[in-house]
Nanobody, 123 residues
């Protein structure tokens, strides 16, 4: 079955940096675009998850939400079945649970989520 395991979250001061990782299994990673979403505290409904960044299966970032442009970078390593989110110049409004997401074509574009990793930006 599909598994997405995130890591790298934690507490960081404003202006700091973190790198999130998501290791995937259960589908052909190199054939799937990957996404990072986030959900701010108090917004537990699925509809309130915000798409942060998307990278194509060929390692081309194609989307960043406006608030993270120039600060966050999505990348992937197909040999390691891992997608990353480098987050720089973090701000308190970046505080959220960050989720890895995939909709594999080979699995009829069914939606899969990781368990999430909490990022807290606070002094």
């Amino acid at each position: 079955q599909v598994q997405l395991v995130e890591s790298g979250g934690g507490l960081v001061q404003p202006g700091g940096a973190l790198r999130l990782s998501c290791t995937a299994s259960g589908f052909t990673f190199s054939d799937a675009a990957m996404n990072w979403y986030r959900q701010a505290p108090g917004k537990e409904r699925d509809l309130e998850r915000e798409l942060v960044a998307t990278i194509t299966e060929t390692d081309r970032p194609i989307y960043y939400t406006d608030s993270v442009k120039g600060r966050f970078t999505i990348s992937r390593d197909n040999a390691e079945n891992t997608v990353y989110l480098q987050m720089n110049s973090l701000q308190p409004e970046d505080t959220a649970v960050y989720y890895c997401n995939v909709r594999p074509r080979e699995l009829r574009f069914r939606n899969y989520w990781g368990q999430g990793t909490l990022v807290t930006v606070s002094s």
